[in-house]
């Protein structure tokens, strides 16, 4: 098994910099976080011992090896799967359940076909109750911020799988949650719609200031959005370090192709590789044991 390694900044893998933790108290804290899950062949462990914490306005991406536990990760964060050990707290408060400072933009396709952008943008607000004319507006400032003015009256089929995304964004962030989880939401993309598109998020990010947590499986992805990436380990899902990416904001796309991009992406990829190797025997060795059983 690999070993967890020290981030070369300073920070351990259990929590950030002692520099960056005093700049504010963390908006969000993952401590001590472990989920096993039954199967016919006995216990699985998908995640054990992981610990984090996020500073409010902080963009974090976590990156690791297929089977690591980043889906598992995140819902519970969400607050979509419970039975887990350890506690994730929301400004020091527990949370067991959905929480309404949490929005969740996931990877498949989200939007209702029989809504327009703006309706589809608006529904949050109009489960909360909100005045037809009151939502509507701020559906049209959102769906303004995602760079969809104009496509108002769309409907999703009418729309590129890029667009429908950005609808997706737009109408969690319409509701203004203080946390933004967004799990691969651009994975079924081509890479240079992705890249737009990491563009776009992360000028809307800084502009709201939005606490915001990506799973992704793009190292390029990672580091062109991020202020730390959480790396991890292979099944079970682990920290094995947290890197601090010290590139100057704002970004523009003409950084990734910068000899310092190129020096985080390296580095990031030696440690998948580390990991994915490790998952790729593991799963030979498997289908090598059932091949041999009488």
């Known amino acids: 098994m690999a070993e967890e390694r020290a981030v070369p900044t300073g920070s351990s893998p259990s929590q950030p910099s002692a520099a960056a933790a005093s700049l504010s108290e963390p908006l969000l804290v993952v401590d001590g976080l472990a989920k096993e899950f039954p199967t016919p062949e006995g216990s699985l462990a998908a995640l054990e011992r992981i610990a984090f914490a996020v500073r409010e306005g902080e963009f974090v991406s976590i990156i690791g090896p297929s089977g690591c536990g980043k889906s ?7 607050g979509l799967i419970d039975r887990f050990q350890g506690r994730v707290t929301i400004a020091g408060t527990p949370i067991s359940g959905p929480h309404a400072a949490i929005g ?3 990877q498949e396709e989200s939007t209702f076909p029989w809504r327009t952008v703006v309706e589809n943008v608006a529904f949050p607000l109009e489960i909360q109750g909100m005045p037809k004319q009151k939502r509507l507006a701020r559906a049209r400032h959102f769906i303004a911020l995602v760079g969809l003015e104009g496509f108002e009256h769309r409907y999703p089929f009418e729309l590129s799988g890029g667009m429908r995304q950005r609808v997706a964004i737009a109408r969690t962030l319409a509701f203004e949650p203080k946390i933004l989880l967004m799990d691969e939401p651009f994975g079924a993309l081509d890479e240079q719609t992705r890249l737009l598109l990491g563009d776009k998020v992360l000028q809307i990010q800084q502009e709201l200031k939005q606490t915001t947590l990506l799973i992704t499986h793009s190292i390029a992805e990672a580091v062109q959005l991020s202020d730390r990436i959480v790396v ?6 682990r920290v094995k370090r947290i890197v601090d990416v010290g590139l100057p904001r704002p970004r523009t796309l003409d950084l990734v192709g910068s ?9 990031i990829w030696n440690d998948l590789r580390e990991e994915t190797s490790r998952g790729m025997r593991e799963a030979e060795a498997r289908v090598r044991g059932m091949l041999h059983r009488p």
């Open 104 to 106: 969740m933009v996931f």
């Open 259 to 267: 000899d310092a991009f190129g020096r985080y992406v390296a580095e």
């Open 72 to 78: 598992t990760l995140f819902n519970i964060i969400g």
């Open 232 to 237: 991890m380990t292979y099944r079970p899902g």
